[in-house]
């Protein structure tokens, strides 16, 4: 899949998901995609210090991900970007 194809359809998921996100105060942004398909967001606003941030990477973030670009092997959050 060609990079700009992957990054669309990762970006179309992670729209899918921001409304959930802003509801409580947060928001995301796309890292990166490295080159071994690992995908690396930001969580923003009230998300950033959430203490259940790691269920919404993994139950939320990642399979809306990994739904639209089966490929991805990880979603991560970063944080000293």
Not at 12 to 20: D, H, K, M, N, S
Not at 34 to 44: F, S
């Amino acid at each position: 899949m060609k990079d700009s194809v992957m990054i669309s359809k990762i970006e179309a998921a992670l729209e899918q998901v921001r409304p959930f996100l802003k509801a409580d105060g947060g928001d995301i942004s796309l890292v990166e995609v490295t080159d071994d398909h690992i995908v690396r967001v930001r969580l923003l606003g009230a998300c950033s210090g959430c203490s259940i941030s790691h269920l919404t990477m993994k139950a939320g973030i990642e399979e809306a991900i990994r739904n639209a670009v089966p490929e991805i092997k990880m979603v991560e959050a970063v944080t000293d970007l």
